[in-house]
């Protein structure tokens, strides 16, 4: 039989407060994987320094890149010029 998935998983046993698993379990829905959830809540805490864009502006996004780049370079006076484009 073919895998459906290239991703390899195991079994973890981790304790966990019981009102806190049925809290959290009060939170999917019948067709929701645990499991799936606990993975990407992992995978977003690893994750944390990253931004997801999908849910930023094209204002917040300049703003962000702005913030990483030499002041006194091109790339400075370009994100600054689209800021204030975004801001009209």
Request: proline share 3%.
């Amino acid at each position: 039989m073919k895998r459906r998935t290239n991703r390899r998983t195991a079994p973890y046993h981790v304790t966990i407060p019981v009102r806190l698993m049925e809290d959290f379990d009060q939170t999917l829905s019948y067709k929701q994987s645990r499991s799936k959830v606990i993975t990407k809540l992992i995978e977003n805490y690893l994750e944390k320094d990253q931004i997801h864009i999908g849910s930023m502006t094209k204002y917040q996004i300049c703003i962000s890149l702005r913030n990483q780049v030499d002041p006194d370079g091109a790339e400075y006076i370009l994100l600054t010029s689209l800021l204030q484009i975004f801001s009209k």
